[in-house]
Nanobody
Framework: QVQLVETGGGLVQPGRSLRLSCAAS????????MGWYRQAPGNQRELVAT???????NYADAVKDRFSISRDNAKNTMYLQMNSLKPEDTAVYYC??????????????WGQGTQVTVSS
């Protein structure tokens, strides 16, 4: 069974940094696109950043120039470096990945989410 596990969330003051990690495990042949999404209370889940297997990235305007997405294909792990955090970045952050299991077609997987709270 493929699982995505996010770590690294927590409480941080405005202007500080956090680094999230997303580790994929299970019978994985290959991971295609990966991405980070977030959902604040009362809001819909929104895209934060995506990264292709080859390393091409895409960012939401709200986080561009502050957040950086990266991945380690050998470790099936993705990261989100979040700098200059603002209170409006407060949300549950979710990891998403398109995973190809051995002998199967690509499937979409989500992590359980990690809470990021930016507050003084």
């Amino acid at each position: 069974q493929v699982q995505l596990v996010e770590t690294g969330g927590g409480l941080v003051q405005p202007g500080r940094s956090l680094r999230l990690s997303c580790a994929a495990s299970g019978p994985i042949f290959k991971i295609n696109d990966m991405g980070w999404y977030r959902q604040a209370p009362g809001n819909q889940r929104e895209l934060v950043a995506t990264i292709t297997r080859g390393g091409s990235t895409n960012y939401a305007d709200a986080v561009k120039d502050r957040f950086s997405i990266s991945r380690d294909n050998a470790k099936n792990t993705m990261y989100l470096q979040m700098n200059s955090l603002k209170p409006e970045d407060t949300a549950v952050y979710y990891c998403n990945a398109e995973v190809i299991r051995f002998g199967a077609l690509p499937s979409d997987y989500w992590g359980q989410g990690t809470q990021v709270t930016v507050s003084s």
